[in-house]
């Protein structure tokens, strides 16, 4: 009796550990974060970026031969996840069978105001995510974001009304500077604010700054902080729900603020593995 016990036993053991090789031979999903500036400079973001004309001959240059490092690289994307709504995902599509054809301009010369026209004709969903999937042949791109309410206007309203607080506001943004946008091609700006420390003060403001903020007794900073962070898992959790089975690697193309969170995500996420920038835009 005792030795079927220890039979029982050892081979119970065994099952565990074929399960635990098993499981850590599975090859994770590579992945291929950039974070970007907005091409288009919409202003919406509280930091606000300096003006780069993505349409300028240089520029174009610059995002064809990006494209081309991607396409030619080992970890080739199978996926292709962009900033834009979740919920419009058919309308993201729909324009991007439109771009296949070179008839985008159907859609876009439909826009009346100028600022949505330049959001979709400059914006790096359309400039990147479009050019990049056209040129892996996908048949279609995978939105990601999560339209939670976030009130900036609140924090810089309480901001600009303390002189203590404006001057460290102030001095967080020179941290977070055009520095990067100043690089010579694209392929540059895109490593220099990818760079950890890059990325490491993007969430420092969050947390040093914003999560600080009293008002009226009220917890403010923390709860502003909370509906970045749920914003920012959401989005996580339409990447991770959209991934096919038959997928290798990733591409994820969202703002800097974004990327400096999802790095985090997928450092300690068993199912992923980041791939160095450095690998793709030598």
Not at 65 to 86: M, T
Not at 126 to 146: M, T
Not at 174 to 191: M, P
Not at 206 to 223: C, E, K, P, R, V
């Amino acid at each position: 009796m005792k030795k079927q016990n220890c039979s029982k036993i050892i081979l119970s053991c065994l099952l565990v550990l074929f399960q635990i090789s098993s499981t850590s031979a599975q090859e994770k999903v590579k992945v291929i974060l950039l974070g970007t500036y907005h091409f288009n400079n919409p202003g919406n973001d509280m930091i606000k970026s300096a003006d780069r004309n993505i349409l300028s001959k240089e520029n174009q240059k610059d995002l064809d031969e990006i494209v081309n490092k991607i396409n030619g690289s080992v970890y080739q994307p199978d996926q292709i996840f962009v900033e834009s709504n979740f919920n419009e995902k058919r309308e993201l599509n729909n324009n991007y069978q439109l771009y296949l054809k070179d008839e985008y301009h159907k859609f876009t010369d439909t826009l009346k105001k100028e600022r949505l026209k330049r959001f979709y004709t400059e914006g790096e969903t359309f400039q990147l995510g479009y050019r990049l999937a056209k040129k892996l042949k996908h048949q279609e791109l995978y939105p990601i974001d999560s339209l939670i309410e976030m009130r900036f206007d609140i924090l810089l309203k309480e901001v600009n009304a303390n002189p203590n607080l404006k001057k460290k506001f102030e001095e967080l943004k020179t941290s977070l500077s055009d520095d990067c946008l100043a690089k010579n091609n694209l392929s540059n700006v895109f490593l220099c604010i990818n760079e950890k420390s890059n990325l490491d003060n993007n969430i420092g403001f969050y947390i040093s700054f914003a999560n600080q903020l009293m008002i009226g007794g009220d917890y403010f900073g923390s709860t502003f902080v909370t509906d970045w962070y749920k914003r920012n898992l959401i989005m996580y959790a339409n990447i991770q729900n959209q991934i096919k089975p038959d997928t290798k690697s990733i591409f994820v193309l969202v703002g800097s603020g974004h990327a400096a969170i999802f790095r985090n995500f997928f450092e300690v996420d068993q199912n992923f593995e980041l791939v160095d920038l450095t690998k793709i835009l030598p």
